[in-house]
Structures are given as C-alpha cells and as structure tokens.
C-alpha cells in the first residue's frame, strides 16, 4: 500500500469548493467532457467518476449520465455504455484491479476514458524538496507521490482488456512568484501528500525556504515579468482513451 485513501479522500472533501475553481482542474473538465461530447460511437447510459455535476456543464444536463465525485457503487450501473475517470487513478494503490473494476462495468464496445497526472507533474518541486531534505536532514522522505510514465498508461490499457486504444497527454507550465502559491494551489486542488510513508510532523518555514532557495536556483524563468523572478511547476496531464 503506498497511498492513505482516506487521507485522499478528505483532502478531496476539503477542497470540494476550490477544486471547482481552480484553473488547471477546470481545464481538465472542459477538455474531458469536450473528447466526451465528441464520441463518434454512440452510446446512452455513462458513469463519469471524479467531479461533481456542477464540473461539466453540457453532460450534466443529460440525466442518463451519473456524475460521482467518489467511487460510485450503485448496482444501476453494472453495465454501461461510457465509464470516465477524471484525475483519481494516479491515487491508486492497485492500479490493475482498479483499471479492470472499471472495465467490467461496460458493456461489449463500451467506451473508456480517463485523465490522471503523468510522471513529469512537480518534477521541480521533487527535486527541490531532496535538495533541501538533504541539506536539513541528510535524508529524503516522500513528498510527491509517484507518478506513471505515459508508456505505464498505454500498457496497462492493454492489460486490462480495452482495444483501440489512443494516449496523448497535454504539458502545462505554470508561473508562481513563491513556492506558497504553488502549494496553495495543490491545496485548493485536493492534490497534497497522501503517501503512507509521509512526514507527518509540521513542516518548519526553515524547511519551506530552503525548498524555495533550491526552486529558485535551478528552475527560475530567464524572462523576469516586471523585473520580478518566477518559478515554473509542471504538471503533464495524461488522456486515456479505449473501447471494451
């Protein structure tokens, strides 16, 4: 087991406000539920997991769509014709049997889509936070949890039964003026360290400045806006896309 489930799940409750907000999750909405929209194949009864219905404006109107922020269990929904999963399957701790409990819900040619984020998200606050723990500590902790490469993706797709599959992902670079920013943002997200092996103690600003002092030292924009320095977070958006 690597992540706290339930940890997962409060920050998600905590966040239910913001998350809606937030600009890079409001994107992903908008891009899930257009590639939905798009479905060339037909198909009537969906089960769309990870938001809630006031996210996705056009599917939301449709009443044979269910929209769960969590897991939905309801035994109406064994058979379907479209399953999506927005940004929930990067917190599994088996994604196999999570991939294929999804699978099974659909019926023969029945349509898959998911988003997740991709191994590159945070990639500069990873490095930043092991340069700083070594600096304090002499030691790393988890801090940012472990992310699939795309080729992970693509495979597992394969694995778990679904055909015709497309993978594609979308990069976004995003500026922060302070390394607070950043973290307020994953907060407003849902998106804060739920990994088991975590620290659990407070986190000192001592620490946070340092982080901070590495972020700025290695992955500062060249190009100052005002005469003021910046720092820039990735985050690789994943899409999934198969037929049963």
């Not at 087991?1 to 239910?16: A, G, H, Q, Y």
């Not at 998350?19 to 890079?24: D, E, M, T």
């Not at 304090?136 to 015709?164: C, H, M, Q, Y």
Request: net charge positive; charged share 30%.
């Amino acid at each position: 087991m690597l992540f706290d489930i339930k940890k997962v799940k409060e920050n998600k409750i905590r966040s239910r406000e913001s998350r809606s907000a937030n600009f890079l999750l409001k994107r992903v909405f908008s891009d899930m539920e257009k590639r939905i929209l798009e479905l060339t194949i037909a198909w009537e009864y969906g089960l769309i997991e990870g938001c809630r219905r006031n996210d996705l404006k056009e599917l939301s109107k449709n009443d044979k769509i269910t929209i769960s922020e969590f897991e939905h269990f309801s035994t109406e929904n064994k058979s379907i014709d479209l399953y999506a999963n927005l940004m929930q399957m990067h917190w599994s701790n088996d994604p196999y049997s999570d991939f294929s409990k999804k699978v099974k819900l659909l019926k023969p040619k029945g349509q898959f889509l998911c988003c997740l984020f991709g191994a590159e998200t945070l990639n500069e606050l990873r490095d930043s936070f092991s340069k700083a723990e070594i600096e304090l500590f002499g030691v790393t902790s988890p801090r940012i949890s472990p992310l699939p490469e795309i080729r992970d993706v693509g495979n597992l797709a394969a694995k778990v039964g679904l055909n015709n599959t497309v993978v594609d992902r979308d990069i976004i670079k995003v500026k922060y003026k302070r390394i607070l920013d950043l973290f307020l943002d994953l907060k407003k997200m849902g998106e804060t360290n739920a990994i088991l092996g975590r620290r659990k103690g407070l986190t000192t600003m001592k620490f946070i400045h340092m982080v901070e002092k590495f972020y700025f030292e290695n992955f500062s924009d060249t190009k100052l806006e005002a005469g003021v320095p910046s720092i820039s977070a990735t985050f690789e958006l994943i899409f999934l896309y198969g037929k049963k």
